[in-house]
Every structure is written in structure tokens, then in C-alpha cells.
């Protein structure tokens, strides 16, 4: 059998043979396709702290990682958000993951929906890139539920446009279904606006 192995959003093994049954599910993918081949995966390091997280949670509850603990829609977020934001709107969609997962990771919040929401979308555009029409669809889906939690404006997003903007790219993918997803024009890919917090 030959495919790719995928060890890390970037690298890339080619393998000949059918060891993957061996290799971490959790870490890594098979595909036979490589045009499929780049797949999104957390890091190790953001693996481990949702999960020391969660079990801190079920020890203590919700309190003890601070879930319940007050935020605004008004505060400013950390530096790194608007990095993730400005990755977005230069379809750089890759490390806009990176950079939103990794405060999305220490959030324990409930804003940290708000950037997943984000994250969520552009990880569809990215799928979108690739051909990917179910990953193209359930990621901005499950993007614009998130985001539908939040007002407009909420850290200086403008949070309906998204929403709206992102449910008509979806759409659009829908009506060109998975054999004609390829002609659609990436050019027209939304851009998040935003108005920088400043501390």
C-alpha cells in the first residue's frame, strides 16, 4: 500500500508499506490521497494541556479551572489574537490555527469560543483550498455555531459579518457539491474585520 504518513501538520513521510496499524492514531493520518495529505493536528505541548486541564476539571469542577470566572465581551484579548486575525485575512490559514489554538488551549473561559469560532472557519477555508468538501463544510459550520454565541463587536469583531459572509461561502460550496468544489474562486474568501483592543 503506498500513501503518505503525516507526522506533523508539515512533514511528510512517503511509506511503502502497511505499518501505520503501529503508528499513534491520535498523531497522525494515512491517506492515499496527496492532495488530501495536509491535515490539521494539535501539538503535543496544546494536547497535554487540554488534557491536564480537563482532568483538574473533573477533580475540582468548573471552578477550578476557572470557567466560571467573569470576561467581557469589552476586555482586550491577548496580543497573539490579533496575530491569529491578521494570519486569517492574508489566507494564511494554517498558522491562524496555530496562533488561535494555542490561546484557545489556556482559555478556560467561555470566550475562548469566540476563538474557536474563528479558528474553526479558517481551518474550512484551508480545507477548502485542498478540495476537502466535507472538511470544508462541517469546519465552517461548526465555526459559525460557535460564533453565534457572540454579539457583534464582541473584542472588536465583527462578528456578524463573519458569520454571514461565511455562511455564504458555504453555500456556495454546497451548490457546487464535491465534484465541482474546485472551481470555486478563492479570491473571494472573506476577510475578518476587526478593530484592534488596545490595553
Known amino acids: 500500500m503506498e500513501g503518505v504518513y503525516l507526522t506533523s501538520p508539515l512533514t511528510l513521510h512517503r511509506i511503502d508499506t502497511p505499518h501505520v496499524s503501529r503508528l499513534p492514531v491520535r498523531y497522525s493520518v494515512f491517506v492515499q490521497n496527496w492532495a488530501a495529505c495536509i491535515e490539521y493536528s494539535m501539538k503535543k505541548e496544546v494536547v497535554d494541556k487540554v488534557r491536564e486541564r480537563a482532568r483538574i476539571r473533573r477533580e475540582g469542577g468548573p471552578e477550578a479551572v476557572g470557567e466560571r470566572e467573569p470576561w467581557s465581551c469589552d476586555e482586550v484579548p491577548p496580543a497573539l489574537f490579533y496575530i491569529g486575525l491578521e494570519q486569517f485575512n492574508r489566507g494564511e490559514y494554517f498558522e491562524q490555527h496555530e496562533s488561535l489554538e494555542e490561546i484557545w488551549a489556556i482559555e478556560p473561559r467561555a470566550i475562548r469560543c469566540l476563538y474557536q469560532g474563528i479558528l474553526k472557519i479558517g481551518v474550512g477555508f484551508y480545507k477548502l483550498r485542498l478540495g476537502n468538501y466535507r472538511g470544508t463544510i462541517n469546519h465552517i459550520s461548526g465555526g459559525i455555531a460557535y460564533l453565534h454565541l457572540f454579539e457583534d463587536g464582541c473584542l472588536g ?5 463573519l458569520v454571514r459572509e461565511a455562511e455564504q461561502v ?30
Open 170 to 199: 458555504r453555500e456556495k460550496v454546497v451548490g457546487l457539491g464535491p465534484e465541482r468544489i474546485g472551481d470555486f474562486d478563492l479570491t473571494t474568501l472573506p476577510k475578518v474585520h476587526f478593530i484592534r483592543r488596545v490595553p
Open 157 to 161: 469583531v465583527e462578528v456578524a459579518q
